[in-house]
C-alpha cells in the first residue's frame, strides 16, 4: 500500500521561516500597543492571529503550488475565509455600554483584523508591505490618542 504524497511547500526553510517570524514579530508590535493601553486583544492574540493566517496562506500556497504553478484563486479563497473569520473573532472584543450610547472595543477589533492582513501578507512573502502597514498601524494605534485628546479638547473648549 503506497500512501499518497505530502504536498511541500516551494519555498527555502529560511525563507519560510522568515515569513513565519515576520508577522509574528509584526503582530506582537501591534498587540504590544493594545497591551500597553490595557485593551484587551493584547501581544499573544495579535501574533498568534497574525501567525495563524500566515500559516493559512502558506499552507494554501503550497497546496495550489502543487503542480508547479501557484492556485491563485485557491489562495484568495483562503484570505477571504480567514479574513472573514477574524472578523468574527474582532466582533467579540466590541461591547456596547449599558446606556447604548458608549461602544467599546472597535479599535481593538480593527487592529485584530490588521494583524491578520499583516499574516496574509508575510504568508505570501510581501515583506516591505507587512512592514509599512505596521509602522503606519502603530502610528495610527499610538498617534491617534493624542489626536482624539486635542479635538476632544477643543470639543470641551469651544
Not at 527555502?12 to 515569513?19: D, F, G, I, K, S
Not at 472595543?105 to 509599512?132: D, E, M, N, Q
Request: a positive charge; charged letters at 10%.
Amino acid at each position: 500500500m503506497t500512501l499518497p504524497q505530502t504536498p511541500k511547500i516551494d519555498l527555502p526553510a529560511v525563507e519560510m521561516l522568515l515569513r513565519l517570524g515576520t508577522t509574528t514579530l509584526v503582530g506582537a508590535l501591534i498587540g504590544l500597543n493594545r497591551e500597553l493601553r490595557h485593551k484587551a486583544a493584547g501581544l499573544r492574540t495579535q501574533a498568534l492571529v497574525a501567525l495563524g493566517c500566515a500559516t493559512a496562506t502558506l499552507v494554501m500556497a503550497g497546496l495550489g503550488s502543487a503542480g508547479g504553478t501557484p492556485d491563485v484563486n485557491a489562495v484568495s479563497r483562503v484570505v477571504q475565509g480567514v479574513l472573514t473569520g477574524v472578523g468574527f473573532l474582532g466582533g467579540g472584543a466590541i461591547v456596547r455600554g449599558s446606556n447604548d450610547a458608549h461602544i467599546q472595543g472597535l479599535t481593538t477589533a480593527a487592529s485584530i483584523w490588521i494583524s491578520a492582513t499583516l499574516g496574509v501578507a508575510c504568508g505570501v512573502g510581501f515583506w516591505g508591505l507587512a512592514l509599512a502597514v505596521m509602522a503606519l498601524a502603530l502610528c495610527v494605534l499610538h498617534g491617534g490618542v493624542w489626536v482624539e485628546r486635542w479635538v476632544h479638547r477643543r470639543q470641551d473648549v469651544g
